[in-house]
């Protein structure tokens, strides 16, 4: 059985443990970009994340462990000469623990993220992926996402 509750400030210790083989898949595919998992500063992060009134985390248990997360994040966007004021709430991190993938874990969190979103009146919902993460792709495709951005990057050299 899986089940979804909001994290508070006394899980960043799990949030980080949760994070670390996403922060090492990064690491491995562009050490250039990203640095090692460093458990400590990364749940100092989630703790400063947390006291955000614009972020929120949830995790999810299945079979009575922790096994994934996910981190939202509500914007706001005035209006400019380009485009339309908006809110919306963007997925900032989810990660599920590779053991428990395909149970149904991320649509859980997925799910928990827009109820939350209807909630507050928020009706988008966005996310991004570094292009290496392929089987992430996949996951966010059959959540019923899709991809609105391409961003492309070079060296100045």
Not at 16 to 34: G, I
Not at 44 to 59: D, G, K, Q, T, Y
Not at 83 to 96: L, M, N, P
Not at 117 to 144: C, M, P, Q, V
Request: proline share 5%; charged share 25%.
């Amino acid at each position: 059985m899986i089940s979804v509750r909001q994290a508070g400030e006394d899980d960043v210790k799990l949030l980080a443990e949760l994070n670390r083989f996403v922060q090492e898949l990064h690491f491995d595919r562009m050490p250039e970009r990203f640095k090692p998992a460093d458990t400590g500063a990364v749940a100092e992060w989630f703790r400063s994340m947390l006291r955000n009134p614009a972020v929120r985390a949830w995790i999810a248990e299945s079979e009575g462990s922790a096994a994934g997360y996910v981190l939202a994040v509500t914007h706001e966007r005035p209006e400019t000469p380009f485009s339309t004021g908006r809110v919306f709430c963007e997925i900032d991190q989810i990660a599920v623990s590779p053991g428990f993938r395909r149970q149904g874990l991320a649509r859980a969190l997925v799910e928990r993220v827009l109820a939350d979103a209807r909630a507050s009146g928020i009706e988008d919902i966005e996310l991004s992926s570094w292009s290496f993460n392929t089987e992430a792709h996949h996951a966010f495709r059959a959540l019923g996402f899709s991809p609105q951005i391409v961003r492309f990057s070079r060296p100045s050299a």
